[in-house]
């Protein structure tokens, strides 16, 4: 079986740590032998630091690359994932599951933690929910934080998932900042994988699933960047997948698995955010997945069309003041 900590460490070794100087990254070696590259909290990293961050984070397990967003008066570049084993890639790595220990402060918005790490560790639902185990002797976590994760970061990371802490290696963003826009912005095929597992649907039948996102202008301030990244998820995102099954059971999720089909819909994202404490675990669960969905039956050739993109959501998050 593939291991996507092999190939993930393998981005980081290659393509990450021998060109940080010219990804706008910067590397720091933690006293305890972890390696951190800030990708995007206090070094400015940029388009090429948030690729690379969503190759790794992803496990080596598919192609990324930039595209052209347009809907109406909308033009902006996009962030496409293609992925040929998107649970894999996804629930059991991409997805932002392992909740990190954050602060006791108003309107302080917690880190959280994705990347292969959670495929050795399994230690969050989202992982739990496939088979995948990884097994690898060392390992990479990313990590949607304001702050250089430390020692005791590193610490967490090589307890859950029993490795000595120098062969841990650990990507750090804001999502205040142009790789931490991309970053959250490509996870397409991790939310609704998610949402099809949960409306459903057998995720064993899917065999490749890509997603497409608008890149959310970035800003300095990190509250508007998350408002302006999950706006673009959840308004702004198309996927297709492959998968060979009946189409009865593609007609079953089709309509209930988009953003549209959510009693939130049609609410602003920054509003169901504060409701929820900024803070993930706490916000309302309805909000995991994105705007629109195509679903190609390999087994008959037919195609299903749910969900819708909404322009005008998405100009007031990205250019309201």
């Known amino acids: 079986m593939f291991s996507i900590n092999q190939q993930a460490v393998q981005i980081v070794k290659e393509k990450i740590l021998p060109f940080a100087e010219q990804l706008n990254c910067k590397v720091h070696h933690l006293k305890n032998g972890a390696t951190v590259v800030d990708m995007g909290v206090d070094a400015p990293g940029g388009w090429q630091a948030g690729k690379l961050i969503v190759e790794a984070t992803i496990g080596g397990m598919g192609h990324v690359d930039f595209g052209q967003f347009n809907l109406g008066e909308l033009s902006l570049p996009s962030i496409d994932v293609y992925i040929d084993h998107p649970v894999e890639a ?10 990190m220990p954050g602060k006791d402060i108003p309107g302080y918005i917690n880190p959280i933690g994705s990347g292969p790490a959670r495929a050795i560790a399994r230690n969050d639902i989202f992982s739990q929910s496939w088979h995948y185990q990884d097994i690898h002797h060392e390992t990479v976590f990313a990590a949607q934080t304001q702050e250089i994760p430390d020692e005791s970061v590193a610490e967490m990371v090589a307890e859950g998932c029993k490795l000595p802490t120098e062969n841990v290696y ?5 999502t205040a900042s142009i790789a931490g826009s991309i970053q959250v912005c490509s996870r397409t095929v991790e939310a609704s994988v998610w949402r099809l597992f949960r409306k459903g ?3 064993g039948k899917i065999v490749c699933g890509m997603g497409s996102c608008p890149i959310a202008p970035p800003v300095k301030d990190e509250l508007k960047a998350m408002d302006r990244v999950n706006t673009a998820l959840l308004y702004g995102v198309t996927v297709r997948y492959v998968v060979d099954c009946s ?3 593609i007609e079953a999720v089709i309509n209930t698995a988009p953003f549209s089909a959510s009693r939130r819909y049609g609410e602003r994202f920054i509003d169901i955010f504060e409701e929820g404490q900024r803070d993930f675990y706490i916000v309302d669960k309805d909000i995991h997945t994105v705007a629109r969905y195509e679903i190609t039956n390999y087994a008959t050739g037919k195609t299903f069309v749910g969900g819708t993109l909404r322009e005008d959501l998405l100009k007031d998050s990205f250019y309201r003041d």
């Not at 996804?90 to 909740?99: A, C, M, V």
């Not at 650990?170 to 804001?174: E, Q």
């Open 247 to 249: 189409d009865e059971e």
């Open 90 to 99: 996804t629930l059991s790595s991409q997805f932002s599951g392992w909740k």
């Open 201 to 203: 649907l057998d995720i």
């Open 170 to 174: 650990i990507l750090a963003t804001k």
